[in-house]
């Protein structure tokens, strides 16, 4: 068997026909080869088979199976690996709280330290929610400490709550964005807006740049 480092990056992407459609499954025909790409309910909503389709994948392999796992926005795909890289977190439990929230609510939900959120999806509990919450926070928060104001984004003064800006540099973080992109996307937005309505105008900046 090939080491697991080569193989994982053997596929990036599968652009096909898609044949088949299950609950959290997606088959897409590429060169004669029907690829069976785990997914999430937001990556299959709309499509329908006979859609040409591009999925992003994530590639698992274990002594005992390869699996894919595709997902139709880069964001999606972002949230997956961030969650697998919180200990205790599988493919399964990424996969089900990504089909139960869009990839902009869950970095909302860590940002802002929503366990509640995290616990309506089935089979995660509040241990379980704490968790994620605090690994990726502690993830982002090296990055983000050293991050020097761009535009007129505000910082927090010591013991004030964390500004809207500094919880959507964090949440664009959360979707893949590096500290420096999120910052130069949220620069110039006006301070009344909410974390919500932050990230979605920087997100509209950043999508035309990508």
């Known amino acids: 068997m090939p080491q697991k480092g080569m193989v994982i990056r053997m596929i990036h992407s ?18 004669g080869v029907g690829y069976a790409c ?11 088979t006979g859609d040409d389709v591009v999925f992003l994948i994530h ?6 199976a390869v699996e ?5 926005t ?10 697998l890289s919180v200990s205790g977190v599988g493919p ?10 869009s990839p902009q609510n869950f970095a909302l939900s860590v940002v802002a330290d929503d ?19 605090l690994k990726l ?5 090296g990055e983000t400490a050293s991050l020097p104001r761009a535009g007129n984004m505000t910082g927090s003064s010591a013991g004030s709550p964390v500004s809207a800006d500094a919880q959507a540099v964090s949440a664009l973080m959360v979707l893949g964005f590096s500290a420096s992109e999120a910052a130069t996307a949220l620069a110039g937005l006006s301070e009344e807006l909410d974390t919500s309505e932050k990230i979605k105008q920087a997100l509209k900046k950043l999508s035309v740049k990508r």
């Open 14 to 31: 599968v652009n096909g026909k898609l044949i088949h459609i299950e609950l959290g499954l997606a088959v897409v025909e590429c060169g």
């Open 38 to 48: 785990r997914t999430t309910s937001g990556s299959l909503d709309g499509l329908k």
């Open 59 to 64: 590639m698992s392999v274990r002594e005992d």
């Open 68 to 72: 894919l796992f595709g997902f139709i």
């Open 74 to 83: 880069a964001y999606e795909l972002n949230c997956f690996k961030m969650l």
């Open 92 to 101: 399964k439990a990424a996969l089900s709280i990504l089909s139960e929230m």
């Open 115 to 133: 366990v509640k959120s995290l616990t309506r999806v089935k089979g995660i509990g509040a241990k379980t929610a704490q968790l994620i919450i």
């Open 137 to 141: 926070k502690d993830k982002l928060s």
